[in-house]
């Protein structure tokens, strides 16, 4: 069993910059970053592999935001950038087997963060 624990979320204005955090308890292998909004699916926002550093971005985020990890420390992070109020959601921290952009492959979740973006 691994947990998850995000941090790093908060309010900020647009063309603003966040970066979370995602602590996990023991090993991992790809670990992703979704979002959901109220009233919509969620979504994957980021992935990244363990072993080579392989990464997948939504097509709304590539250039602004970068995914990236920390081995030794179990942690994953999103360095999020030029923030816009259309990405403002929980977001979650997930960790799944192989890199995928579903959400059903990914079999351990965060409590989730908030990001919220004022215009």
């Known amino acids: 069993q691994v947990q998850l624990v995000e941090s790093g979320g908060g309010l900020v204005q647009a063309g603003g910059s966040l970066r979370l955090s995602c602590a996990a308890s023991?090993?991992?292998?790809?670990m992703g970053w979704f979002r959901q909004a109220p009233g919509k699916e969620r979504e994957i926002v980021a992935a990244i592999s363990w072993i080579g550093g392989n990464t997948y971005y939504k097509d709304s985020v590539k250039g602004r935001f970068t995914i990236s990890r920390d081995n030794a420390k179990n942690t994953v992070y999103l360095q999020m950038n030029s923030l816009k109020p259309e990405d403002t959601a929980v977001y979650y921290c997930?960790?799944?087997?192989?890199?995928?952009?579903?959400?059903?492959?990914?079999?351990?979740w965060g409590q989730g963060t908030q990001v919220t973006v004022s215009s």
């Open positions: 997930a960790a799944g087997q192989s890199l995928s952009d579903s959400r059903w492959t990914y079999s351990y």
């Open positions: 023991g090993r991992t292998y790809a």
